[in-house]
Nanobody, 118 residues
Framework: QLQASGGGLVQPGGSLRLSCAASGSIFSIHAMGWYRQAPGKQRELVAGITSSGSTNYADSVKGRFAISRDNAKNTVYLQMNSLKPEDTAVYYC??????????????WGQGTLVTVSS
């Protein structure tokens, strides 16, 4: 239902753009977001965006990351700039998808690995 892409290896200070496309039976998509989980740590919210475009960010990424969405393509993006080694993690997209006006569920993408290292 959610397919994430765009992870990889990047040097400190570099940039990456993650994408996550929703597919299947979609009536509407409400909130979408990106989470990450570093080795030995709990999954944490990185950034979220509502259907109207309001955004929120973890303090650790404010000013460096930008979340956006293309409602026509059912896709959410995460532009990551000025990457730091501590950004290394598996990044997961998340979306609350309604298959009908009454039936909504929370979905997770499969995760994409971002490694920041020289």
């Amino acid at each position: 239902q959610l397919q994430a892409s765009g992870g990889g290896l990047v040097q400190p200070g570099g940039s990456l753009r993650l994408s996550c496309a929703a597919s299947g039976s979609i009536f509407s998509i409400h909130a979408m977001g990106w989470y990450r989980q570093a080795p030995g740590k709990q999954r944490e919210l990185v950034a979220g965006i509502t259907s109207s475009g309001s955004t929120n960010y973890a303090d650790s990424v404010k000013g460096r990351f930008a979340i956006s969405r293309d409602n026509a393509k059912n896709t959410v993006y995460l532009q990551m700039n000025s990457l730091k080694p501590e950004d290394t993690a598996v990044y997961y997209c998340n979306a609350h998808i309604f298959a009908s006006i009454l039936m909504g569920n929370n979905y997770w993408g499969q995760g994409t690995l971002v490694t920041v290292s020289s």
